[in-house]
């Protein structure tokens, strides 16, 4: 909250309006305080929902480092970034492609790699999320729920299948 009211200043808003500090205050604050709860949410609330713990416990410490560290480094990326981005484009004696060279071009490409930490979170996320579920709901198909004789019947539809009497006329 302190660096959103500090940017709305009007000597600061001079500098970082137009650039990319912007974009990185909603970083931290979407990515960050949003999307760390509800990552928070799924580690609690799903097993709950489906009555199954998570296979792997400790990927969860993965993914949580994982996607704090690729949501800071882009924040932090485009909050630096934006503020120098903003002092080359205040500046009447710079070249505007000159600012694009020298000042967005290497903060994009830093950013990259905060969002592909982000991006390796997420994909571990979904895979964890579809083990659980599959755990669960799909235990016939991956983990052998239902054994199969000799004749491809599974075990359960015997048990469903009147005997027959032994009587015989």
């Known amino acids: 909250a ?3 009211a500090w940017a709305s200043g009007a000597s600061a808003a001079d500098v970082v309006q137009f650039t990319l500090f912007l974009p990185g205050l909603k970083w931290l604050h979407l990515y960050g305080f949003v999307g760390m709860g509800l990552l928070g949410c799924f580690y609690y609330f799903l097993p709950k929902i489906t009555g199954t713990e998570w296979s792997r416990p400790g990927q969860w410490t993965a993914i949580f ?3 704090a560290i690729g949501t800071t480094w882009v924040g932090i990326t485009f909050l630096v970034g934006g503020w120098k981005h903003g002092k080359g484009l ?3 004696e710079t070249p505007f492609m000159d600012v694009v060279r020298e000042d967005i071009a290497p903060v994009m490409r ?3 790699v905060g969002e ?3 991006f390796v979170a997420a994909a571990l996320l979904c895979w964890n999320v579809a083990i659980l579920f599959c755990r669960t709901y799909c235990s016939c198909l991956c983990l052998g729920g239902l054994s199969q ?3 491809g019947i599974s075990s359960e539809t015997k048990k469903s ?3 027959k ?3 015989s006329k």
């Open 2 to 4: 302190v660096l959103p």
């Open 65 to 67: 480092w994982t996607y």
């Open 90 to 92: 205040i500046d009447p």
């Open 110 to 112: 830093m950013s990259t």
């Open 116 to 118: 592909l930490l982000v």
């Open 149 to 151: 004789d000799k004749a």
């Open 161 to 163: 299948q009147p005997k």
């Open 165 to 167: 009497s032994s009587k």
